[in-house]
């Protein structure tokens, strides 16, 4: 079992930035692929980025491409989330998790843990 912790959330004007953290209460997350997703009023929960435990694979979602960035800390069993130029739109939950794969993945169903989410919101 993995427990994941997201911190990091809160109120930011429009083109401010935040950092958000996750971390994982066991050593054996540091084999798992970490991605982050996001879920707004209304709307599906949709993914923005995972990260492969060798940190050699990272994916985005098209809207945060060149605008956040995902890495994960020396242990690996931490990883963050990087978000600058930030937009209204990106508000939203954003929660954690963790999938027992090789690669990062992209869908909700294939991620094993997941974590309680912090709220991210953008004012104009």
């Known amino acids: 079992q993995v427990q994941l912790v997201e911190s990091g959330g809160g109120l930011v004007q429009a083109g401010g930035s935040l950092r958000l953290s996750c971390a994982a209460s066991t050593r054996s997350s540091i084999n798992y692929v970490m991605g982050w997703f996001r879920q707004a009023p209304g709307k599906e929960r949709e993914f923005v980025a995972a990260?492969?435990?060798?940190?050699?694979?990272?994916n985005y979602a098209d809207s945060v491409k060149g605008r956040f960035t995902i890495s994960r800390g020396s242990a690996k069993n931490t990883v963050y989330l990087q978000m600058n130029s930030l937009k209204p739109d990106d508000t939203a939950v954003y929660y954690c998790?963790?999938?027992?794969?090789?690669?990062?993945?992209?869908?909700?169903?294939?991620?094993?843990?997941w974590g309680q989410g912090t709220q991210v919101t953008v004012s104009s």
């Open positions: 990260i492969s435990s060798s940190l050699l694979n990272t």
């Open positions: 998790a963790a999938a027992n794969r090789l690669i990062p993945v992209v869908g909700p169903k294939e991620y094993d843990y």
